[in-house]
């Protein structure tokens, strides 16, 4: 635990350093793309300045000045299974960004899917030590969270305080310099598995870059894809990439839980791809242009040439209707979907008041998909994509950027994190409670 604290910590100081320099690199490595974003930091107050980022984002003003993405290689599941592929992606679109900006960028800031992410609320209360509340005593009150233990080849990505309270009012956002006695802390945790997350540490080092951060893609798109009310009044941000689905849940403007499920629209494309025996890129091309999940009855008499090159005329001659390929692509998106609920079930999203939903990453394009989605996970669904930063490319505008624009939002203005307090010496966290706290239901 010690170790991982240090480490993150590290990261921190590192994410100074890039700040203090003024640029800093973002790389969202996903399993069908990898993207990345060269940001310059100028230090303006963000407001004052068209091109930099609304008031959300902090204090930080960035400009982006350099974008590129690559297909992804070596990704499975947003997992890294093949390290030079993926190493050689990464050195290409590092590259292709650097030279679009025309700086050298020494520190990377990345976030990734997959890793099967677990998350815990954890509450912690001290007595105030000054009955003013300092710094110190924050630290504390962190400190004496009980951390659960959460099992070995694990690692705490990230570790949020989400809520304060002081003596009897509850619901603050940052108790420091306020009166009181007794002050509590709720934290949120969420620990993922560690040998993905060493990995792309690796793959990036071998790139010759500093990591100067690490985040959860599926936190990210939520950053980006939720507006102010959703995140302020409870919402869930489903991530839809190419080999996972992320799922997060916000609340007061803090991440309260997340997830991910193991498919994504790379598998719908395996479906089409198996089901019309047909390459993988003929049925990616087929799912962009043609894809649904809503027949009506003009899909009957709609016929899609399938099109090829095998030689073999009858082959590469043939049709399928679009009502038998929304037929092929239905069943995988509804099972991502009843996923989706399962997990949104099992952190108690209908005791939220607020039961907003948000689709987003590039799999969400699918024509029908929030109907769909409507029907599966509940009546508020809509359709997102990345928001808050003004002057993008048009190339990273749409909802497969979701995560990446999180990213820069991140990197900007990360929220507390519990490595961010000088922790009293004698109480590193214990890991001593073996259960999750199950606060969603008792602190909201």
């Known amino acids: 635990m010690n170790e991982l604290y240090q480490s993150q910590r590290a990261m921190r100081a590192m994410r100074k350093a890039a700040m203090q320099r003024g640029v800093v690199a973002i790389l969202d490595v996903g399993t069908s793309k990898i993207a990345c974003l060269v940001l310059r930091f100028d230090g303006a107050d963000p407001r004052l300045d068209s091109d930099g980022v609304g008031p959300l984002a902090g204090q930080a003003g ?16 947003g997992e890294i299974a093949a390290m030079q592929e993926t190493e050689l992606a990464i050195r290409t679109v590092l590259k292709t960004a650097q030279n679009m900006a025309q700086i050298r960028v020494d520190h990377v800031i990345a976030s990734f899917s997959g890793a099967e992410p677990r998350s815990y609320g954890l509450a912690g209360e001290v007595e105030v030590a000054e009955q003013t509340v300092s710094e110190h005593d924050v630290a504390r009150v962190l400190a004496a969270c009980e951390v659960p233990d959460y099992g070995a080849g694990r690692e705490v990505l990230h570790a949020q305080p989400v809520n304060f309270a002081l003596d009897h009012r509850t619901g603050l956002s940052d108790p420091r310099g306020q009166i009181g006695n007794a002050l509590a802390a709720d934290m949120h945790m969420l620990t993922v598995d560690a040998q993905a997350v060493q990995n792309l540490a690796q793959a990036i080092k071998r790139c010759d870059m500093e990591l100067a951060g690490l985040a959860s893609s599926a936190y990210c798109a939520g950053i980006s894809a939720l507006v102010e009310d959703e995140q302020e009044l409870g919402a869930a941000c489903i991530d839809m990439g190419g080999g996972s689905t992320g799922v997060s849940i916000f609340i007061k403007k803090h991440m309260i839980y997340a997830d991910s499920v193991r498919m994504g629209g790379d598998h719908v494309t395996g479906d089409i791809s198996m089901g019309l025996s047909v390459p993988t890129s003929v049925a990616e091309r087929i799912k962009t242009f043609h894809g649904g999940v809503v027949a009506t009855g003009m899909d009957d008499r ?6 090829g090159d095998t030689g073999d005329w009858e082959h590469d001659r043939r049709t399928v209707s679009r009502a038998e390929l929304i037929g092929i692509i239905r069943p995988r998106v509804e099972e991502i979907l009843e996923e989706v609920r399962a997990r ?10 607020s039961q907003q939903i948000v689709l987003t990453g590039a799999a969400s394009q699918i024509p029908g998909l929030d109907g769909l989605a409507s029907r599966i996970l509940g009546q508020r669904v809509r359709l997102g994509r990345p928001m808050r930063v003004h002057g993008l490319p048009q190339s990273v505008t749409g909802p497969g950027f979701s ?8 990197a900007a203005h990360p929220q507390d994190e519990w490595w961010d307090f000088e922790m009293p010496a004698e109480s590193y966290p214990a890991r001593s409670l073996r259960r999750a706290v199950r606060w969603l239901r008792e602190n909201w």
């Not at 709609?302 to 099109?307: L, R, S, T």
């Not at 949104?344 to 008041?353: K, N, V």
């Not at 995560?403 to 991140?410: E, H, K, S, T, Y």
């Open 62 to 77: 960035f400009r982006v000045i350099g974008a590129a993405t690559t297909r992804s290689r070596g990704v499975r599941f």
């Open 302 to 307: 709609e016929m899609i040439e399938i099109g």
């Open 403 to 410: 995560a990446a624009v999180g990213l820069c939002l991140f």
């Open 344 to 353: 949104l079930d099992a952190a108690g999203f209908e005791h939220l008041q």
